[in-house]
């Protein structure tokens, strides 16, 4: 009876061993995590503050804090992190720990400002507007790099672009500089000699044909009529200088839905209907379709255009200055009958 008695207790301690064994397997190795997502664990966070965030995804967070205490995990590394459904607390500990984070497509179309563009890039990586912007203006970046405050939003070329999300303004800047002299390319760069310009004169001319209309079919057109008058030295005329120019008084968000008479008296260098050439900088930042339409442009006899009325969102070009006054007049009719005046 005694043997029966001893060999069913150690049975029990075998069992109660294994089942405390299985506990503690199930809870470094078994599925924990519930459903697909990512965690974003800024570059200062503690471990309490990525613990908070995986109350999201595990049912039962005190058992990562146990798992991460064996494995002597307390430090984590900033970054964007994808957990699948499925992971084991292991699992997690061990992406954590390693900082293999997961890219993000950080993408931005073209923005009218510095302000603006660091607005739009706060929104996607962890450094704030403020600190992108300082790292934008940083007086030796800019003077290395032969930059103003006006002529460095050039240098952010609108596209999609991979980063890390706690990548610093810093880094931002600096690999957008990098983007920018990949994009500069041997042909580029000889279709711009071949025009007389330089790639900054280039994107300040690309700059008001981009303002100057939406349609990238047209855009060739109008870099065509806008270099037909630089080489004949004739003022650009262009609103969209107008109005940058009004904004300069103004301020950014002013809104200009005609350009008056009275406004192309500013004083402005750019004012291009009182100075030839062009403005001092871009008035905005072009995309890509606006600067390869310049680099591009379309050979014609054309020294108009005037907004069309029978297309609308299109212009009427014009060799002649009696045909353009007649697309004008006609295009003055209509703004007027829609009531706008400023």
Not at 20 to 26: D, P, T
Not at 55 to 84: D, R, S
Not at 209 to 221: D, F
Not at 256 to 266: A, G, P, Q, S
Request: aromatic share 12%; glycine share 6%.
């Amino acid at each position: 009876m005694n043997k029966k008695i001893l060999l069913g207790s150690i049975l029990a301690i075998f069992l109660i061993g294994g089942i405390i064994g299985f506990n503690y397997y199930q809870k470094i190795f078994g599925k924990a995590v519930q459903k697909d997502g990512a965690i974003y664990i800024g570059s200062n966070a503690s471990f309490e503050d990525v613990t908070k965030q995986l109350t999201e995804f595990v049912k039962y967070p005190e058992n990562f804090v146990w798992v991460a205490e064996k494995k002597k995990f307390t430090q984590p590394k900033g970054g964007k992190y994808l957990l699948k459904e499925g992971m084991s607390l292991n699992d997690v500990v061990n992406l954590l720990r390693s900082g293999n984070q997961t890219p993000i497509k950080l993408s931005f179309n073209n923005q009218d400002t510095l302000e603006k563009l660091a607005g739009r890039i706060a929104e996607q990586i962890e450094a704030d507007s403020i600190a992108l912007l300082q790292a934008m203006t940083d007086t030796s970046f800019l003077s290395t790099n032969n930059f103003t405050e006006k002529s460095v939003l050039g240098m952010y070329i609108p596209n999609s672009y991979e980063f890390y999300w706690n990548t610093s303004a810093e880094n931002f800047r600096d690999k957008m500089l990098r983007e920018y002299k990949r994009f500069w390319t041997t042909d580029r760069l000889e279709k711009a000699k071949k025009l007389n310009l330089s790639k900054e004169e280039v994107i300040t001319l690309a700059s008001i044909v981009q303002k100057e209309t939406a349609k990238k079919v047209e855009r060739p057109i109008v870099a065509g009529l806008y270099l037909n008058r630089l080489k004949d030295n004739w003022p650009l005329q262009a609103d969209p200088t107008i109005i940058y120019a009004i904004r300069e008084i103004n301020g950014q968000d002013f809104v200009v839905k005609r350009v008056l008479n009275k406004d192309l008296e500013i004083n402005s260098p750019y004012n291009t209907y009182k100075n030839t050439g062009l403005p001092p900088s871009l008035i905005a930042m072009p995309d890509i379709s606006s600067i390869d339409a310049v680099l591009n442009r379309q050979n014609h006899n054309y020294y108009y255009m005037c907004a069309s009325v029978d297309k609308i969102g299109f212009h009427e070009f014009a060799n002649s200055l009696a045909q353009h006054n007649r697309n004008a007049a006609k295009y003055q009719q209509w703004i007027h009958q829609q009531g706008v005046r400023r």
